[in-house]
């Protein structure tokens, strides 16, 4: 049987001997196709179908697993059913579904997958949310090995979770869905394991992607003020500190809390044009943004944005 490292030398060696120009311009191509796809998925949630199987949202057949299975509106559908599934389609086909589905709702902001709020011994942690329904992921570094010493999950594995208006009806105990070959080949892409395949996500991007693509000074000044700020999608602090032998005044702070309010401009932006004074400004996921459904609760951490002398 081939290794896994002889499984990766031998694609890599395919790769290398396509030419450049003939994997960019498939990559083009895939990059058309997948706006295409996207695109179908939001007009066919928009209408209450399936752009994979044609179907209504309400079909069900246990004959004919589908993605849109995971949206618990086919009649007759039972948690038990969920097993067909998971034996057909693999974790990142099925988690790349969800955060298209999160992402035809509002973009970003209903995927959480935070390194930072990922718990140090889970590899894999991760929610989604798309209107009521709350989709996470969980994979202990043991579950992704496999439990060698256990019944279950002996097999390379990953735990799933699904609410629905915050009632559980699928729990993380529920099932040990065993990753398949396709996984393996992801999990090689994501680590950098190919000379010429990078991961990454586009139509399916959440919170990570935008916080490493983006710089804090960045954030900032694409922010707008929420109108409700329990659906907020970063939560912005701003410490300011007067240099020394000099104040700050009120009247200006309270000129900028107006013009925020007015124009919709930040604070942490307007801030900016204040003399003689320190500033640094703080981001973390706002309360919009769903908290990872970890087994234990972790704290969210801020990001420092900037930090100026006038």
């Known amino acids: 049987m081939?290794?896994?490292e002889q499984k990766i030398k031998r694609f890599n060696k395919h790769l290398n001997s396509i030419p450049l120009e003939v994997l960019l311009t498939k990559n083009e191509e895939q990059a058309?196709?997948?706006e295409k796809d996207f695109q179908n998925l939001k007009e066919a949630l928009a209408h209450d179908k399936c752009s994979f199987c044609g179907n209504l949202l309400s079909h069900f057949s246990v004959y004919k697993p589908c993605f849109h299975w995971l949206l618990w509106k086919a009649?007759?559908?039972?948690?038990?059913?969920?097993?067909?599934?998971?034996?057909q389609k693999g974790f990142h086909e099925i988690e790349a579904y969800l955060r298209w589905v999160a992402n035809c709702d509002v973009p970003i902001k209903n995927i959480n997958d935070l390194v930072e709020e990922k718990s140090s011994n889970k590899f894999i942690e991760t929610t989604i949310r798309y209107k009521n329904i709350e989709w996470s992921f969980s994979c202990s570094y043991g579950d992704f090995h496999g439990h060698k010493d256990k019944h279950e999950g002996i097999m390379p594995?990953?735990?799933?979770?699904m609410k629905i208006s915050s009632n559980v009806v699928i729990n993380y105990n529920g099932f040990?869905?065993?990753f398949n070959d396709y996984d393996e080949f992801c999990f090689n892409v994501e680590d950098g394991e190919f000379d010429r395949l990078r991961a990454g996500h586009i139509h399916g991007a959440g919170m990570q992607t935008l916080f490493e693509n983006l710089s804090p000074e960045e954030l900032i000044n694409g922010m707008r003020k929420s109108d409700d700020e329990s659906?907020?999608?970063?939560?912005?602090?701003?410490?300011?500190?007067?240099d020394e032998g000099t104040t700050i005044s009120g009247d200006d702070i309270a000129s900028m809390f107006q013009e925020s309010k007015k124009t919709g401009?930040?604070?942490s932006k307007l801030i900016q044009k204040l003399k003689n004074v320190k500033t640094q400004t703080f981001i973390s996921?706002?309360?919009?943004?769903?908290?990872?459904?970890?087994r234990k609760k972790n704290r969210r951490n801020k990001i420092v944005a900037n930090s100026k002398v006038g």
């Open 231 to 242: 659906n907020a999608q970063f939560d912005v602090s701003t410490l300011i500190e007067a």
């Open 157 to 161: 594995h990953y735990h799933f979770q």
């Open 75 to 87: 009649k007759g559908l039972r948690k038990k059913h969920f097993s067909i599934l998971f034996k």
């Open 32 to 34: 058309v196709q997948n």
């Open 265 to 267: 401009i930040p604070m």
């Open 285 to 294: 996921p706002g309360p919009g943004v769903p908290e990872i459904a970890a």
């Open 176 to 178: 040990h869905i065993p």
């Open 2 to 4: 081939e290794t896994k």
